[in-house]
């Protein structure tokens, strides 16, 4: 069993910043990659951004270039810088480990940008 719990999210005007963090515990000697997700109501889950453990990183177009993933792999903790947001990046976003015993999920953080 692997357990994730996400932070830093919150409410942010046009063009501002956040930083989620997303800390890992349990079996954590089988996690591979991880992965942050966002779900806005009434819209499909989607992927944001993916990193594996070797730092092989992957991107939504939508957010290229305003957010960056990285993780801290002895904290066992994987962190997305995002910039530039947009009224549209507003979701709940979620935390996505997969590990040799499948898929572990956060219960997610709310994003919400708005002047």
């Known amino acids: 069993q692997v357990q994730l719990v996400e932070s830093g999210g919150g409410l942010v005007q046009p063009g501002g910043s956040l930083r989620l963090s997303c800390a890992a515990s349990?079996?954590?000697?089988?996690?591979?990659?991880m992965g942050w997700y966002r779900q806005a109501p009434g819209k499909q889950r989607e992927l944001v951004a993916s990193?594996?453990?070797?730092?092989?990183?992957n991107y939504a177009d939508s957010v290229k270039g305003r957010f960056t993933i990285s993780r801290d792999n002895a904290k066992n903790t994987v962190y997305l810088q995002m910039n530039r947001l947009k009224p549209e990046d507003t979701a709940v976003y979620l935390c996505?480990?997969?590990?040799?015993?499948?898929?572990?999920w956060g219960q997610g953080t709310q994003v919400t940008v708005s002047s």
């Open positions: 996505r480990a997969l590990t040799g015993d499948g898929p572990y």
């Open positions: 349990g079996r954590i000697f089988s996690l591979n990659t």
């Open positions: 990193i594996t453990s070797g730092g092989s990183t």
